[in-house]
């Protein structure tokens, strides 16, 4: 509109001008520069006014002449069509948006996106719904029952054979049994000493006691024993603690004879399974019945329940601090951190979304149209002229202004060759002839 205004003021001062040059030229006759001005002045105006006829018709009536005139709004329909089709097969056509896209890395934008705050929000909502999701739709009786069979399957194929060979070497070479069996004797130390560890030798003395008075001769010594003060069992009970309790203190050093001796035993039993394959065949036997008594379904059962609780899976009542939702967020960043070092998965990645947006675009390319056309459509002629000067206003103005300059020059041009060439040299020539 600003470039509108400024046409329509220098149209104004070439009129103003063209005035002065009249009132100028009807004063003062046959002077040179009055008539130069006249002249530029007249085929400026002449020029500024075409030119202003020609864009004005364009969008309205000029003058009221009806013919030939508001090209834009009486052909609305054709206006429209024309920018749907310059939009649809030119500005987006299929051509050009593929080969946009096959510069795009859009991988590398995602990942810029998912390193923001607000990617790593959305990043973590995602892992979290989707987690729910599944959650939501998982049999828990049926992974039960699953997780049953799978470890009773890798504990059938697992050679329990060999898994003690290797736990019992890595044990004897680190010199973790030594460290199990003090840590072992230790807690026994502890037990022993407190007060149920002489009530359970009393009871135990006891019950002794009652076996062997089922036969006369040693009814008759207990008899014997306790009227004579030779049998206390609270004594004796005390007595055996105190033994069982530095026996196994002394046990605890690892240069005690037994404990040498257990441990070339060990050796000797981690020998003999590498040799002796009917030890072996043994071992894997009991294996095999224990995992057929083995409860596991017991305990698998109610671990898969405490652990896929549904208060637990809640993203209302916390579910960021569940270890369910932090291991599966830690296993999300995890990939996603090889997905963010991987250039070949980012490339093929790339390239699969570029084939995909490409489908989607060759299938409803026809789309990009009818969206342009519906909005179009919306318009009315008059606000179809607006959009459009809107948009090439500036240009039109433009061409009005120069039809104002061109027109000088033209005149400029004209008026010097008519007095200096045309009027001296042509005319006498031509009114010789004629005469």
């Not at 990939?335 to 699969?352: A, G, P, T």
């Amino acid at each position: 509109m600003r470039y509108r205004i400024v046409a329509n003021r220098v149209l104004l001062f070439v009129l103003f001008s063209f005035g002065i040059a009249a009132v100028l030229k009807y004063r003062y006759v046959d002077v040179f520069w009055i008539d130069l001005l006249f002249h530029v002045t007249e085929a400026s105006l002449v020029g500024g006014l075409a030119d202003w006829f020609a864009v004005t018709a364009l969008f309205e009536k000029p003058l009221g002449i009806p013919w030939h005139t508001a090209l834009i709004p009486r052909n609305r329909e054709k206006t429209i069509e024309a920018i749907v089709n310059m939009i649809e097969q030119e500005l987006l056509s299929t051509e050009m948006v593929r080969s946009k896209l096959a510069h795009i890395r859009i991988t590398k934008h995602l990942i810029e996106w998912v390193e923001t705050d607000r990617g790593k929000q959305v990043f973590t909502n995602l892992v979290v719904n989707y987690m729910e999701h599944i959650l939501d739709h998982l049999d828990k009786r049926e992974l039960a029952a699953y997780l049953t069979t799978l470890c009773k399957e890798y504990l059938n194929h697992t050679s329990l054979n060999r898994q003690v060979r290797s736990l019992g070497r890595w044990a004897l070479v680190e010199g973790k049994d030594e460290q199990l069996l003090t840590i072992l004797f230790a807690e026994l130390v502890e037990l022993v000493n407190k007060d149920k560890g002489s009530e359970t030798i009393l009871q135990y003395l006891k019950s002794y006691q009652r076996q062997v008075t089922k036969n006369p001769a040693g009814k008759l010594a207990v008899w014997f024993g306790e009227h004579t003060d030779s049998l206390n069992l609270e004594e004796l009970a005390k007595a055996l603690q105190q033994d069982v309790s530095a026996a196994l203190i002394r046990l605890q050093s690892p240069r005690h004879p037994i404990r040498r001796w257990a441990r070339k035993r060990m050796f000797h039993f981690l020998e003999r399974l590498e040799q002796d394959q009917l030890l072996a065949q043994s071992l894997e036997e009991w294996k095999q019945q224990v995992i057929l008594r083995l409860p596991l379904d017991q305990f698998i059962g109610p671990l898969v329940e405490a652990v896929l609780a549904s208060e637990q899976l809640s993203g209302k009542k916390g579910l960021y601090h569940s270890p369910l939702l932090v291991w599966g967020l830690s296993q999300a960043k995890t990939y996603w951190n090889i997905f963010k070092n991987d250039e070949k998965m980012q490339e093929w990645l790339d390239q699969r979304l570029q084939q995909a947006l490409i489908k989607i675009i060759e299938r409803e390319h026809s789309f990009i149209g009818t969206v342009a056309r519906d909005a179009l459509s919306t318009y009315s002629e008059q606000a179809i002229s607006r959009f459009i000067e809107e948009k090439v206003g500036d240009d039109l103005a433009w061409i009005r202004i120069n039809g104002s300059v061109v027109g000088a020059v033209v005149g400029l041009g004209l008026f010097l060759f008519l007095h200096f060439f045309y009027d001296p040299y042509v005319v006498p020539i031509i009114r010789g002839w004629i005469q």
